[in-house]
């Protein structure tokens, strides 16, 4: 890196290192305006110098703010009647790389024909030529990540498309990029880079864990997606602020790309908070257990209490079917590593994971079970609800997917319309929330709406 001359600070030299770490750092901040603003007032300070490579580099650095602030607010996503936004931002980011590529090759050319430019210059245009080769590694590994929340995008429609494909992805995204681009100048924004990698990667793998029923690799992996948003949004500033009507504190408008993410993190916590009611109210007492629940973005378990209480279900179970699952069944627990779990067998082999009111009904159990292996070629399927009436027993049961291994049951000791509404929507509304499909459909910025504020 060039070092500062004893004479005032070149035009050409330590103050334009200044310049770029200020401007990679405010697009790590998400301020994508105050970036393009500062290369822009650098760009009219300097047009004598226009056709030089620090100009070019100048060029490239306001049309990369325009680009990163397109990408972070996923209008990449959109489908506009004339043309793909994704394939416009995917061209600006093409366009980025064969220009900064100019800067590096040019630099190169000259050091290979002998040209020689006064001592600090020539330190100076190397130390540009280092860094548009990084960003070009930046720029390919955008151009990947847009391409995977593509495929993410598609979660709410696509039966076939699992979340284990998503990790996989953004694994190799994340392990093939992660030293490309590590000049100090660029520190700041692939930090902001790994962080948005690992989150994601933490909150898929979530998703992962809990549909197996899986209790601690399910909270480590919140506890680590948590963290490292938080991590993120402090060291990011406000991309646009806002002051009160009234004169009050401002209010931070986050880019929809960290929005969502936060979004995903809290449906993540809400499912958890189902999935495992049991254990974490083991933990504390019924009243500060309502409590926390009603924190939750969507509270679940309330919404299944409220329903049974209008509808006089006998009972509401999500059952676990735990045939073939990679790590065994265990209870949520300590298991001692020496010992093996004995794998539950017949009716056993279909846990209730969650049940209101009161324990599972086990007479109803040989019933559900059957009803679940008989549909498991229609279950592929979810967005439907399969009911039978026992007339043997005078029973009602319906019954749909929420993950591939957890079912929601719900039974009536009457015989009730196979095409009840209030029962139907109930069910169809709350496995599509807990699987996520609104969510991952307002992927899209055409289905998000008006971004929220925090």
Not at 268 to 284: C, E, I, P, R
Not at 301 to 311: D, G
Not at 349 to 365: K, L, N
Not at 405 to 423: C, G, H, P
Request: glycine content about 4%; some cysteine.
């Amino acid at each position: 890196m060039a070092t500062a001359p004893s004479s005032p600070i070149s035009p050409l030299g330590v103050k334009q290192e200044e310049i770029l770490e200020h401007f990679f750092s405010l697009l790590s901040q998400f301020a994508f305006d105050k970036a393009k603003e500062l290369v822009e007032k650098e760009r009219d300070a300097h047009k004598a110098t226009f056709g030089s490579y620090w100009a070019l580099m100048v060029h490239c650095l306001i049309q990369f703010a325009s680009a990163e602030k397109s990408y972070m607010s996923l209008t990449f996503l959109e489908q506009k009647w004339f043309a793909r936004s994704k394939d416009s931002l995917r061209q600006a980011y093409q366009v980025l790389v064969q220009e900064f590529h100019k800067v590096e090759e040019g630099v190169r050319q000259q050091e290979l024909v002998g040209i020689r430019l006064p001592g600090p210059t020539v330190e100076f245009e190397k130390l540009l030529s280092h860094l548009c080769g990084q960003v070009c590694q930046f720029l390919t590994a955008r151009q990947k990540t847009m391409d995977f929340y593509e495929q993410m995008s598609t979660m709410g429609t696509n039966k076939n498309l699992n979340y284990d494909d998503l990790v996989a992805v953004i694994t190799e995204i994340t392990q093939t990029h992660s030293k490309t681009f590590h000049h100090p100048l660029l520190s700041s924004l692939k930090n902001c880079f790994s962080l948005e990698c690992e989150v994601i990667n933490h909150l898929l793998s979530a998703q992962i864990q809990m549909s197996v029923w899986q209790f601690f690799p399910s909270i480590i992996q919140l506890h680590q997606a948590h963290t490292k948003l938080i991590s993120w949004g402090a060291s990011a500033q406000a991309r646009e602020s806002k002051k009160s009507a009234f004169g009050g504190s401002k209010t931070v408008i986050w880019p929809a790309l960290y929005q969502w993410l936060l979004k995903f993190k809290c449906l993540l916590v809400s499912k958890f908070s189902l999935y495992f009611y049991d254990v974490l109210a083991k933990q504390t007492v019924p009243n500060e257990m309502k409590i926390l629940t009603a924190k939750s973005t969507e509270d679940f378990v309330t919404r299944i209490i409220s329903f049974q209480k209008k509808t006089d279900a006998s009972n509401i179970s999500l059952v676990l079917c735990t045939h073939g699952m990679e790590e065994g069944y265990t209870k949520p627990g300590y298991l001692h590593p020496g010992r093996q779990p004995n794998s539950p067998t017949g009716l056993d082999s279909y846990p209730a994971i969650f049940s209101y009111p009161g324990e599972h009904p086990v007479s109803h159990w040989p019933t559900v079970v059957m009803m679940i292996n008989d549909r498991n070629t229609e279950f592929l399927i979810q967005e439907k609800v399969h009911y039978i009436y026992d007339k043997s027993k005078g029973s009602t049961y319906y019954l749909t997917k929420l993950d591939s291994r957890i079912t929601l049951i719900v039974i009536f000791e009457t015989k009730k319309a196979e095409k009840d509404s209030y029962v139907n929507n109930f069910m169809l509304e709350l496995s599509s929330q807990i699987r996520g499909v609104k969510l991952f459909s307002s992927f899209k910025p055409g289905a998000r709406g008006a971004m929220s504020r925090r």
